[in-house]
């Protein structure tokens, strides 16, 4: 401590010790010079990251597609336009997308679309596959979700309510405007028909969510995918056409 | 903080050494400061959670820990919060970019407690209170120590909490099919009771050493 330190601490002793002075100039450079410089960094980062990001991005959403179609082994991304179906471009980012899956042979064995709903937390998104002879949906995966952990996280977790969406029929009715039967919730135990999901004890509002967010879902898309089911079923071939010329 | 004469004339490498140990026992931020609560109540609820934020935490530490002592001479004191803060927010945001492109479940498990560690005042602590007035390899070993110690007690918690509230350990069955889980243990709950029972027993051997002395 210097002499004048010490006689400005006896003087005013409840005071702290205050800091030199500082021009106001100074400190607004100090605070530009951390912000370009993170500016900056930050920039780097992102470039250097974005690439790897997108490529895990895409790939998870290709695990669950081909997770929630069995059999599948590539996909076309379709988007609807008034009522209709047609290839996304690989620059397009619509909000409805629709991703037909292949098997080995390039027949269609499935359809993955994505849907979402509020949940207990916040929205839960799902993706669910559907197969268009048996009209029914034969996979789910839940792509985001903040439910409860250890209850409303059983949509993921529990093999019995999984188990819902290895057959659930959203077949249409015979007009093929809607469907055939709604998809509605059943109490724990008290499934009978095809149509119904049978909920979770403990996570009821979680469960009741999904058959809500399913069951919207499948009123708008079934009908799509149906009117447009040869659209997907050429796209395959279609899209290698559109390739060679 | 108020150093004694004797300890001024140890040498530079058992300063370096107690400045490592001191933060993963006697100034462990959580089981002794009680610092950065929110990420170790909230996301300790599997280990593997507990690891990442840890780490993410250390790593976060480490490197604002760097650049607040090798500016310090530069930073205007009426500016330094700001700036520290500024310095934090910049690793974290880098982080998780670089979490996001590692891995994208563990990113999507930790969800927005990465941008949280901006507000962890542990970090913030250890800037203010070392890093700004010691040397680059003092701050470092400091920040090291204080992140090692805060990983260890995220785990302490995260592995309890995920061995009772799930049966795994890891992600692996840790018991029979016939366990039932006990799943206040990963609610929010369970984390104020498993820190309880952590702060207790840290609290009681801290007390039994101190009798014995």
């Given at each position: 401590?210097?002499?004048?330190?010490?006689?400005?601490?006896?003087?005013?002793?409840?005071?702290?010790?205050?800091?030199?002075?500082?021009?106001?100039?100074?400190?607004?450079?100090?605070?530009?010079?951390?912000?370009?410089?993170?500016?900056?960094?930050?920039?780097?980062?992102?470039m250097a990251t974005l690439p790897t990001i997108e490529k895990n991005k895409a790939e998870a959403l290709e695990r669950a597609i081909f997770d929630v179609v069995p059999g599948a082994s590539s996909k076309l991304t379709f988007t609807p336009e008034d009522g209709r179906l047609r290839l996304m471009e690989p620059s397009e980012k619509p909000a409805e997308r629709y991703y037909a899956a292949y098997g080995n042979d390039g027949e269609l064995v499935g359809v993955a679309v994505e849907?979402?709903?509020?949940?207990?937390?916040?929205?839960?998104?799902?993706?669910?596959?559907?197969?268009?002879?048996?009209?029914?949906?034969?996979?789910?995966?839940?792509?985001?979700?903040?439910?409860?952990p250890g209850l409303g996280d059983k949509i993921e977790t529990d093999p019995a309510f999984v188990a819902n969406f290895e057959a659930l029929d959203v077949s249409l009715s015979a007009d093929g405007t809607t469907l055939a039967n709604e998809v509605v919730f059943a109490k724990p135990g008290k499934k009978i028909n095809p149509w119904e999901v049978e909920g979770i004890t403990g996570a009821t509002i979680t469960s009741k969510a999904v058959q809500k967010l399913i069951n919207t879902s499948a009123m708008n898309v079934m009908v799509i995918l149906q009117n447009n089911i040869q659209v997907l079923r050429d796209g395959n071939t279609s899209s290698q056409h559109t390739d060679q010329d | 903080m108020a150093t004694p004469a004797a300890s001024i004339q140890t040498k530079t490498s058992s300063e370096s050494a107690d400045n490592f140990i001191k933060g993963l026992w006697r100034e462990n931020p959580v089981f002794v400061a009680l610092l950065g609560m929110c990420p170790v109540l909230a996301v300790t609820n599997s280990a593997i959670n507990a690891l990442a934020i840890g780490a993410a935490?250390?790593?976060?530490?480490?490197?604002?820990s760097t650049i607040v002592s090798l500016a310090q001479k530069l930073i205007p004191k009426q500016v330094r919060i700001a700036s520290y803060i500024l310095i934090i927010a910049t690793f974290v945001t880098v982080t998780e970019y670089v979490l996001q492109a590692l891995s994208y479940e563990v990113h999507k498990a930790l969800g927005a407690f990465i941008a949280l560690i901006v507000v962890n005042c542990?970090?913030?602590?250890?800037?203010?209170?070392?890093?700004?007035?010691?040397?680059?390899?003092?701050?470092?070993?400091?920040?090291?120590?204080?992140?090692?110690?805060?990983?260890?007690?995220?785990?302490?918690?995260?592995?309890?909490?995920?061995?009772?509230?799930?049966?795994?350990?890891?992600?692996?069955?840790?018991?029979g099919p016939e366990f039932e889980p006990w799943i206040v243990m990963i609610l929010p709950p369970g984390a104020f009771f498993v820190l309880g029972m952590w702060l207790l027993l840290f609290n009681w051997v801290k007390h039994r050493k101190e009798a014995a002395e």
């Amino acid at each position: 401590m210097t002499a004048s330190d010490t006689i400005a601490a006896t003087a005013s002793p409840d005071i702290p010790e205050q800091p030199p002075e500082v021009s106001s100039a100074r400190m607004i450079m100090t605070m530009a010079g951390i912000g370009i410089i993170s500016g900056i960094l930050l920039v780097f980062t992102y470039m250097a990251t974005l690439p790897t990001i997108e490529k895990n991005k895409a790939e998870a959403l290709e695990r669950a597609i081909f997770d929630v179609v069995p059999g599948a082994s590539s996909k076309l991304t379709f988007t609807p336009e008034d009522g209709r179906l047609r290839l996304m471009e690989p620059s397009e980012k619509p909000a409805e997308r629709y991703y037909a899956a292949y098997g080995n042979d390039g027949e269609l064995v499935g359809v993955a679309v994505e849907a979402s709903g509020q949940g207990f937390a916040d929205i839960v998104k799902v993706l669910y596959g559907y197969d268009p002879d048996c009209q029914c949906i034969v996979g789910f995966k839940v792509l985001a979700t903040k439910e409860t952990p250890g209850l409303g996280d059983k949509i993921e977790t529990d093999p019995a309510f999984v188990a819902n969406f290895e057959a659930l029929d959203v077949s249409l009715s015979a007009d093929g405007t809607t469907l055939a039967n709604e998809v509605v919730f059943a109490k724990p135990g008290k499934k009978i028909n095809p149509w119904e999901v049978e909920g979770i004890t403990g996570a009821t509002i979680t469960s009741k969510a999904v058959q809500k967010l399913i069951n919207t879902s499948a009123m708008n898309v079934m009908v799509i995918l149906q009117n447009n089911i040869q659209v997907l079923r050429d796209g395959n071939t279609s899209s290698q056409h559109t390739d060679q010329d | 903080m108020a150093t004694p004469a004797a300890s001024i004339q140890t040498k530079t490498s058992s300063e370096s050494a107690d400045n490592f140990i001191k933060g993963l026992w006697r100034e462990n931020p959580v089981f002794v400061a009680l610092l950065g609560m929110c990420p170790v109540l909230a996301v300790t609820n599997s280990a593997i959670n507990a690891l990442a934020i840890g780490a993410a935490s250390t790593f976060v530490m480490v490197l604002s820990s760097t650049i607040v002592s090798l500016a310090q001479k530069l930073i205007p004191k009426q500016v330094r919060i700001a700036s520290y803060i500024l310095i934090i927010a910049t690793f974290v945001t880098v982080t998780e970019y670089v979490l996001q492109a590692l891995s994208y479940e563990v990113h999507k498990a930790l969800g927005a407690f990465i941008a949280l560690i901006v507000v962890n005042c542990m970090i913030l602590g250890r800037a203010e209170a070392f890093a700004s007035r010691n040397n680059l390899r003092q701050s470092v070993l400091d920040a090291l120590g204080m992140g090692v110690g805060f990983t260890v007690a995220c785990l302490s918690l995260g592995t309890v909490r995920e061995v009772l509230g799930n049966g795994t350990l890891f992600g692996f069955q840790v018991f029979g099919p016939e366990f039932e889980p006990w799943i206040v243990m990963i609610l929010p709950p369970g984390a104020f009771f498993v820190l309880g029972m952590w702060l207790l027993l840290f609290n009681w051997v801290k007390h039994r050493k101190e009798a014995a002395e």
